[in-house]
């Protein structure tokens, strides 16, 4: 065992196959997207943003619909999720892009000829709403929600 054998190991696996002469390409490359720019896959900076955005706006309209619920109390937290997972639901089924998608410049599109449906809009939501899938995502930033209906986010501006 040598140190080149525990450097992969810290580095991770992309990079001791990288090493090895894999070539991964750019996020976006295997679905014909630009490696920058319109059209190219929307980054994780942008795509933080826009959720933050959309939960703060979501967080607001709860203050606004519910003023007797108490920031932090359970009913809160429901009421806000609920307002969220509408909006998201909504917008992205009818627009391709949510209220903080809009404002980041990115929108959803489907990765094969197959229209994005309703259907698929809300299964994506809801597993956007459990968390946990959203956090897992493969070389092309697609997280488990989009590889689950068949999506990716797009930069538009």
Same mark, same amino acid.
């Given at each position: 065992?040598?140190?080149?054998?525990?450097?992969? /190991?810290?580095?991770?696996?992309?990079?001791?196959?990288?090493?090895?002469?894999?070539?991964?390409?750019?996020?976006?490359?295997?679905?014909?997207?630009?490696?920058?720019?319109?059209?190219?896959?929307?980054?994780?900076?942008?795509?933080?943003?826009?959720?933050?955005?959309? /939960?703060?706006?979501?967080?607001?309209?709860?203050?606004?619909?519910?003023?007797?619920?108490?920031?932090?109390?359970?009913?809160? =937290?429901?009421?806000?999720?609920?307002?969220?997972?509408?909006?998201?639901?909504?917008?992205?089924?009818?627009?391709?892009?949510?209220?903080?998608?809009?404002?980041?410049?990115?929108?959803?599109?489907?990765?094969?000829?197959?229209?994005?449906?309703?259907?698929?809009?809300?299964?994506?939501?809801?597993?956007?709403?459990?968390?946990?899938?959203?956090?897992? /995502?493969?070389?092309?930033?697609?997280?488990?929600?989009?590889? =689950?209906?068949?999506?990716?986010?797009?930069?538009?501006?």
């Amino acid at each position: 065992m040598d140190r080149k054998d525990i450097g992969s /190991w810290l580095s991770g696996p992309k990079a001791a196959l990288e090493e090895q002469g894999m070539d991964f390409g750019y996020p976006g490359q295997r679905f014909e997207l630009p490696q920058q720019g319109i059209g190219s896959v929307a980054r994780m900076g942008r795509r933080i943003f826009a959720l933050t955005v959309d /939960w703060t706006a979501s967080i607001l309209v709860t203050h606004l619909v519910f003023p007797d619920l108490v920031y932090g109390s359970e009913g809160f =937290a429901a009421a806000t999720l609920g307002i969220f997972a509408t909006q998201v639901f909504l917008l992205t089924a009818t627009t391709g892009a949510s209220f903080g998608y809009k404002i980041a410049g990115i929108r959803l599109i489907s990765i094969s000829p197959a229209r994005i449906t309703y259907l698929k809009v809300l299964a994506r939501t809801a597993l956007l709403c459990l968390v946990v899938p959203a956090l897992i /995502w493969d070389r092309d930033g697609r997280g488990l929600h989009d590889k =689950a209906v068949g999506t990716i986010t797009m930069r538009t501006r």
